[in-house]
């Protein structure tokens, strides 16, 4: 759903427009990217693959955003690591239909066929040509997929990840401009970027002149003014993602008078272990586990995705809920670094009997019973789940708010990543990708299916490398496939 261009709050950031004819800078690269996480790293990669220079602009001092706070879980078809696990009847367009049906039909469809077919090759581009080892995770099915599909590198983390990019970006040679803050995007007459502006730590400012720009600067999650205008049900949420996803993408869009997209898109999670503050695996709840509430009931199909669980989760009484699961799934847990974080950090509860598990819960101990007793006759609960076999004591339970994670919505583009203006024409060498970019996650939260964000961020620097590169060497467009 396109959104009309509206001036929104911005908590006194400035982010503007500059208009010359000439940029007066050091240097002059081929493209800039802004922003350092899996979007920006992975455009960078791609474009040195095909000989075309850039260089990334990162405001922190180390790049991470919202990449190193995830779990690192990135959805691809058809690649060689889900053929060698035997997975041969995923594809592109499975994979797209499963994009669209978690979204109610409402992702934009060109762009979810655009990242269901690049997402494979740039898995394997990045493994083959610049050494990231995926695995893929097949023990258990992330809501809405419906095949093995998710890779992650083996420790499974976003940290991990970004550790991985940042090495392979280093011994490619490319630069990388750390504790840059990009506030001006600087434009000829004719509405071509040729250069940008950013603030260094002491207050210096500097110049960069560019024949292509990449906006990889995620979205506005971080932005407390802005999630209170679009996104009223996660005004008193608790934020688990980058203080730096602050609108600029938006702000810039909206004074070049680009097209917006899905703004009230985002994902949430139902499983933000509180007070520790850490994100606690929805494999968990997937394989038997249980949300339950101070009531002592279960309220919600846990099944239909972690995204809309956040908002299940904060209406319940004191924004709580209690994970509640068993021996067997905290085997499950315990595979995963972030839980055991948590755990280390006291965040898990063991009880052994119901009457422990109700002090805990501070709920009613009969209630709960009867909570409990209903999981195991395998008849359909009033939610629509069907429960495979009970929980059995010990119980373990970690206690849980609903948490904002990352924005789906921002600037309209193209299929090829190019933003598109409020009239539906593209700019000539603007491009934005990731969470500045519009996602494939619709308008809504329950639209969010499992790894959309880190689909838009590799596929969409995957494809804006390749427009980039023929933007800029034609020639050389192919090798950044």
């Known amino acids: ?66 990449t190193a706070l995830s779990s690192g879980f990135i959805p691809a078809p058809g690649t060689r690591v889900q053929h060698a696990h035997g997975v041969t009847d995923d594809s592109p367009s499975r994979f797209a239909a499963d994009i669209q049906t978690k979204a109610h039909g409402r992702a934009a469809p ?32 992330y809501p809405g997929h419906s095949v093995h599909r998710m ?17 392979a970006v280093e011994a490619a040679g490319i630069p990388v401009l750390t504790q840059a ?32 720009l990449l ?32 609108g600029s993408a938006i702000l810039w869009g909206e004074a070049l008078g680009a097209r917006l997209r899905d703004l ?16 606690m695996s929805w494999a968990v709840m997937m394989e038997g586990g249980a949300q339950i509430n101070r009531a002592g009931r279960r309220f919600h199909d846990e099944t239909q995705g972690y995204s809309e669980a956040a908002v299940q989760v904060l209406a319940q009484p004191g924004g709580i809920a209690w994970n509640v699961f068993d021996t067997p799934l905290l085997a499950l847990a315990r595979g995963f670094p972030d839980f055991c ?34 999981l195991r006759d395998g008849t359909v609960q009033p939610d629509g789940r069907v429960f495979t076999r009970g929980l059995d004591a010990p119980y373990f339970a970690v206690k849980v708010t609903g948490a904002l994670f990352h924005t789906q919505g921002g600037l309209d583009t193209t299929s090829d990543m190019r933003v598109l203006r409020e009239d539906g024409r593209p700019f000539a060498n603007l491009l ?13 939260v329950w639209g969010y299916l499992s790894g959309n964000g880190l689909l838009s961020a590799v596929a969409g620097g995957y494809i804006a490398a390749r427009t980039a590169a023929a933007l800029i060497h034609p020639m050389k467009a192919t090798h950044a496939e």
Request: glycine fraction near 14%.
């Open 1 to 66: 759903m396109t959104t009309k261009a509206v001036p929104l709050k911005a908590n006194g950031l400035q982010r503007g427009i500059r208009r010359t004819s000439h940029v007066d800078a050091e240097v002059h690269v081929g493209v800039a990217i802004v922003g350092g996480g899996a979007c920006g790293l992975t455009a960078a990669l791609m474009l040195a693959d095909a000989g075309v220079e850039c260089v990334v602009l990162e405001r922190d001092a180390v790049p991470g955003g919202s």
């Open 110 to 141: 060109a762009l979810a066929a655009a990242y269901a077919a690049s997402i494979g090759p740039a898995l394997d581009a990045l493994q083959a040509r610049h050494g990231l080892e995926w695995i893929l995770l097949d023990g258990f099915l």
């Open 151 to 167: 890779h992650a590198l083996a420790s499974k983390t976003g940290a991990a990840l970004m550790a991985s990019l940042q090495a």
């Open 181 to 212: 803050v990009v506030d001006t995007l600087v434009l000829d007459a004719e509405d071509r970027v040729i250069g940008i502006d950013y603030q260094r730590p002491d207050g210096r400012r500097e110049s960069l002149a560019c024949e292509a």
């Open 215 to 246: 906006l990889a600067c995620n979205g506005f999650g971080g932005n407390p003014a802005m999630v209170r205008a679009l996104l009223p049900d996660m005004a008193e949420a608790a934020f688990g993602g980058h203080v730096g996803n602050d």
């Open 264 to 279: 009230g898109g985002y994902q949430g999670h139902g499983s933000w272990v509180t007070p520790q503050g850490a994100l």
């Open 341 to 374: 974080e948590a755990e280390a950090a006291g965040a898990l509860r063991r009880c052994e009997t119901v009457a422990e598990l109700a002090a805990c819960i501070a709920c009613d101990e009969a209630e709960l019973r009867r909570t409990l007793d209903g």
């Open 432 to 444: 934005a990708a990731g969470g500045a970019a519009g996602g494939v996650s619709g308008n809504a």
